[in-house]
T-cell receptor, first 112, second 113 residues
């Protein structure tokens, strides 16, 4: 079955630290890839997405993600995190069909 | 612009009671509609999706059902709630396919007591 794996369930960092959240998916065909974020008390919202072209995708708030097809990975990065980045982050994949499969999420806690 | 409405925001229901959660989308036609359940540490589990009126795909067999009586209305139901139905339910919509991602509603926190 298609699946998305997020390696870290809970990450704690200090402000200004660099961030990398891992994501791997199981499907070998053509995919669209997403990172969603849920800030405390807010809706799930799209952070960034990859369809094709440049495998390095830049999103909102200084986030970026790199699609590495050979590794089936789409890791999320940010060079310097802020306290306001405290949230839950979900990696997701769409296999060019009608639905998106989500990972279990990573809770990121930034210490001020 | 497109908006998605989901209600109620919170709901406390006794075991064995029925359930009806409603989701409507404005500003678009023929959207794909989705129901997810979000549980701590378990991510988002796709429950149902619909690509058109009366068309429902069920992803996980359980105590719930879904219906789409109108183009922009998606309803999640149960005849008899179980304790295990407690959770956070999210409605989402996308354009004809999910290629471009979803827009999520604000969610319903359901507690079955």
């Amino acid at each position: 079955a298609q699946s998305v794996s997020q390696h870290n369930h809970h990450v704690i960092l200090s402000e200004a630290a660099s961030l990398e959240l891992g994501c791997n998916y199981s499907y070998g065909g053509t995919v669209n890839l997403f990172w969603y974020v849920q800030y405390p008390g807010q809706h799930l919202q799209l952070l960034l997405k990859y369809f094709s072209g440049d495998p390095l995708v830049k999103g909102i708030k200084g986030f970026e993600a790199e699609f590495i097809k050979s590794k089936f990975s789409f890791n999320l990065r940010k060079p310097s995190v802020q306290w306001s980045d405290t949230a839950e982050y979900f990696c997701a994949v769409n296999h060019r069909d009608d639905k998106i499969i989500f990972g279990k999420g990573t809770r990121l806690h930034i210490l001020p | 612009s497109q908006t998605i409405h989901q209600w109620p925001a919170t709901l406390v229901q006794p075991v064995g009671s029925p359930l009806s959660l409603e989701c409507t989308v404005e500003g678009t036609s023929n959207p794909n509609l989705y129901w997810y359940r979000q549980a701590a540490g378990r991510g988002l589990q796709l429950l149902f999706y619909s690509v058109g009126i009366g068309q429902i795909s069920s992803e996980v067999p359980q105590n719930l059902s879904a219906s789409r009586p109108q183009d922009r209305q998606f309803i999640l139901s149960s005849k008899k709630l179980l304790l295990s139905d407690s959770g956070f339910y999210l409605c989402a919509w996308s354009v004809a396919s999910a290629d471009y991602g979803y827009t999520f509603g604000s969610g319903t926190r359901l507690t079955v007591v």
